[in-house]
C-alpha cells in the first residue's frame, strides 16, 4: 500500500517510475494443470528452481521493461529485487530471451527446470504473458519445473470500465488493470463519458468535465482526470502491454454534455444535470453544424492522447435520435475519426449506418441471432464479443447478490464460461471475431472492492475464453482451475464472490 502511494506521488511528480507489479505474498503457487487461462500445453517435470542469494534475471535491452516488471513481482518472495544481468552463460537465473519470429501475437514459451527459468518469446508482449504464468506458479520462493507453450486465441481480450455513471480515480483504475494482466487481457475499454458525467478534461469545450463530470449517479461525488493524468494512465496500462480504447458514447448518452453546453441541443436549452440510471433520453442535435464542430475538436484530442489505433463512439441506445438522423451521424463521425488518423469502435446498433472497411462493432445483444450484425460480419466488419446474458459483469450472479442489475440474465460462473466466442453468433465467419470484452457498468458499484466483487471469478472466465485453445474447454476442470486461483486472489487483497459452484480453496 505504502509502496503504491509512494508510486502514485512519483506519477503525478511526473517522474518516471520502473514498471512495478503488485506483489505477490509467499505460498500461492497453482501446478501446471491449475493455469488460468488454460495454456495451450503444460507440462509439470521433476525437481523445482528456487530462489536464491545469487539469482538474477537476466535481459537484453528489448526485455528489459519487462525484466522490471518481473523483479517487482518477486521481490517479496525474494526478500530483494533481483538484479538484471545482460544474458551469459550459466545458471541461477531467470532468463528472459527475445528470440524467434516476431509474431504478432503474445505467444511464449517457458521452461523452469533446477537450474533456472528461461521465458522465450518473439516479442516483449509475449514475455509479459509469460510471466503472468510464472506469477501463477510461484510458490514461495520457487517454481516447480516443466514447460509452457502458449498462444492466444484472439488477439482482442477486453475488459470495459464505466467510470462515467461512478467514477474511479487513476489508482482504482490503476489497480483494474493490474488485475486484468493476471489473466492476460490486453485492452482495457474506458467509458469516458455517459449522460451522468463527462471525465475526461477537453482543453476546448472545459466545461464538460468541470461542470459535466460534476457528479455521478444518485448524485454521488463525480470526478475528472485531466489530460496529464489521462495520459499517465495510458502510459501505466502500455507498461502492462494493456492498450486504452477511450470510449465517448453518442448521439444518446449525452446529458452531462448536453448540460455544459446548451448550444449541441437542438433547442438551445441547457438540461440539468442527471443523477438517475435511465437510458435512451439524450440525444446530439444531428442538424447543427455545431454538433460536428465539437465533436471534431472532443476527437481530436483524444485521438492525440491515445496510441491505440482504436476510438469507441459508443452508437448505443439512441433511443431520442431518429433512425435516420442515427445513420447520419454515425457515418459522419466515424469520418471524424478516420480523419484524425483512428480505427472506430462502436456499439453493434453501428451497423444500421454504413460501417467503414474497418470499423468494429461491439456486439452486446442477449442472442446468438442477429442476422445485420452476421451480415455486417460477412462483409468485413469486425465484432467483438460482448453478449449481455453471457459477457456483462454487472449482472448479478443469483437474485440475491447485492450489486449489479438483471436485466439481461442472472450469469453464473458457469454461465459465463459456458460459451463459445467462435461459434457463437450465427452467420458470422469465424475470421470477423476479434475477441472477447468483459464490460463493467457501474451504476450500481462505487468502490474497487465492489469492481472486484462483480468481476471476479467471472472476468477470469472470459479471459479464457478468448485466450485458450477450444480444445481446452472443460466446465470441470475449469472449476477446479479457477478455485486453485483463490489463494492468490487473497494475497493480492481481491475481492471475489464465492460463488457455491467452485470448490474454493
Ligand atoms: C445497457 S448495453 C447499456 C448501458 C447500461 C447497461 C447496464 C449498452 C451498450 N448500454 O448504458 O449501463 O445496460 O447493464
Known amino acids: ?63 528489459r521493461g519487462v525484466a522490471q516488471y518481473l523483479a517487482g513481482v ?46 522465450t518469446a518473439g516479442r516483449a508482449a509475449g514475455l509479459f504473458a509469460g510471466v503472468q504464468t510464472l506469477r501463477q506458479l510461484l510458490a514461495g520462493r520457487s517454481i516447480p519445473a516443466g514447460h509452457v507453450t502458449d498462444a492466444p486465441r484472439f488477439a482482442y481480450r477486453g475488459a470495459m470500465l464505466d467510470v462515467a455513471r461512478h ?146 463512439i459508443g452508437g448505443d441506445e439512441a433511443h431520442s435520435t431518429s433512425p435516420a438522423d442515427y445513420v447520419t451521424f454515425m457515418n459522419r463521425v466515424q469520418g471524424i475519426v478516420a480523419a484524425h488518423g483512428k480505427k472506430v469502435q462502436a456499439w453493434h446498433n453501428v451497423v444500421a449506418a454504413t460501417p467503414l472497411p474497418t470499423t468494429v462493432a461491439q456486439y452486446w445483444d442477449t442472442t446468438d441471432d442477429n442476422p445485420a450484425v452476421a451480415a455486417a460480419a460477412r462483409s468485413g466488419t469486425g465484432v467483438v464479443l460482448s453478449p449481455a446474458n453471457l459477457a456483462y459483469l454487472d449482472m448479478k450472479y443469483n437474485p440475491s447478490t447485492p ?21 457463437y453468433l450465427l452467420g458470422a465467419p469465424p475470421s470477423a471475431i476479434r475477441g472477447v470484452e468483459g464490460p463493467l457498468w457501474t451504476e450500481t458499484l462505487r468502490t474497487s472492492a465492489d469492481i472486484e466483487y462483480m468481476a471476479f471469478p467471472r472476468l477470469p472466465a472470459l479471459a479464457e475464453l478468448a485466450w485458450s485453445p477450444p480444445s481446452t474447454h472443460d466446465w470441470s476442470a475449469f472449476r477446479l482451475r479457477l478455485a486453485a486461483q483463490a489463494p492468490l486472489w487473497r494475497a493480492l487483497g481481491i475481492n471475489f464472490y464465492r460463488s457455491p459452484q467452485i470448490p474454493w480453496k
Open 1 to 63: 500500500m505504502l509502496l503504491r502511494l509512494v508510486l502514485a506521488g512519483l506519477v503525478a511528480a511526473g517522474v518516471s517510475t520502473a514498471v512495478v507489479a503488485e506483489p505477490v505474498a509467499a505460498t500461492t503457487g497453482t501446478g501446471y494443470a491449475d493455469i488460468v487461462p488454460a495454456p495451450v500445453s503444460a507440462h509439470a517435470a521433476a525437481g523445482r528452481f528456487t530462489i536464491g542469494r545469487g539469482t538474477t534475471i537476466s535481459a537484453g535491452p528489448s526485455a
Open 74 to 119: 518477486l521481490r517479496p518472495a525474494a526478500g530483494r529485487p533481483l538484479p538484471i544481468v545482460r544474458p551469459g552463460p550459466g545458471g541461477d537465473t531467470i532468463a528472459l530471451v527475445l528470440a524467434g519470429p516476431d509474431t504478432a501475437d503474445e505467444s511464449y514459451r517457458l521452461d523452469v527446470d533446477g537450474r533456472g527459468v528461461t521465458l
Open 167 to 312: 467514477f474511479f480515480t487513476v489508482a482504482q483504475v490503476e489497480r483494474y488493470i493490474d488485475q486484468l494482466s493476471l489473466y492476460k487481457i490486453n485492452t482495457l475499454h474506458l467509458h469516458l463519458a455517459d449522460d451522468q458525467g463527462w471525465r475526461l478534461f477537453i482543453n476546448s469545450w472545459p466545461r464538460l468535465a468541470t461542470f459535466g463530470g460534476s457528479t455521478a449517479v444518485d448524485g454521488d461525488p463525480g470526478g475528472y482526470y485531466t489530460q496529464a493524468q489521462y495520459r499517465a494512465l495510458v502510459a501505466y496500462a502500455a507498461d502492462r502491454y494493456v492498450t486504452i480504447i477511450p470510449e465517448i458514447d453518442m448521439p444518446g448518452h449525452v446529458n452531462a454534455a448536453l448540460a455544459s453546453y446548451a448550444e449541441l441541443s437542438c433547442d438551445g436549452v441547457a438540461p440539468p444535470l442527471y443523477t438517475g440510471t435511465e437510458v435512451g433520453f439524450s440525444t446530439l442535435c444531428v442538424n447543427k453544424d455545431i454538433t460536428y464542430r465539437f465533436l471534431d475538436d472532443v476527437i481530436g484530442e483524444l485521438a492525440a492522447l491515445t496510441p491505440g489505433p482504436y476510438l469507441h
Open 403 to 423: 450489486l449489479g442489475q438483471d436485466w439481461a440474465a442472472l450469469i453464473e460462473v458457469r454461465d459465463a464460461y459456458g460459451w463459445d466466442p467462435g461459434s
